[in-house]
């Protein structure tokens, strides 16, 4: 049995938040946060 490296899933999360759609991205194979905090969709 031979390990294989797999690469990180990120997805984006979004929310809304005092009336502007913003968004962060998070790890989904090591659960934590790839950004420090919430960025607006332009």
Excluded: F, H
């Excluded at 991205?25 to 420090?36: F, I, K, L, M, Q």
Aim: net charge positive.
């Amino acid at each position: 049995m031979a390990i294989e490296p797999r690469k990180d899933v990120i997805v984006m999360k979004y929310r809304l938040y005092n009336g502007k759609l913003q968004y962060r991205r998070w790890n989904e194979t090591w659960g934590y946060w790839v950004d420090p905090y919430w960025m607006d969709v332009t």
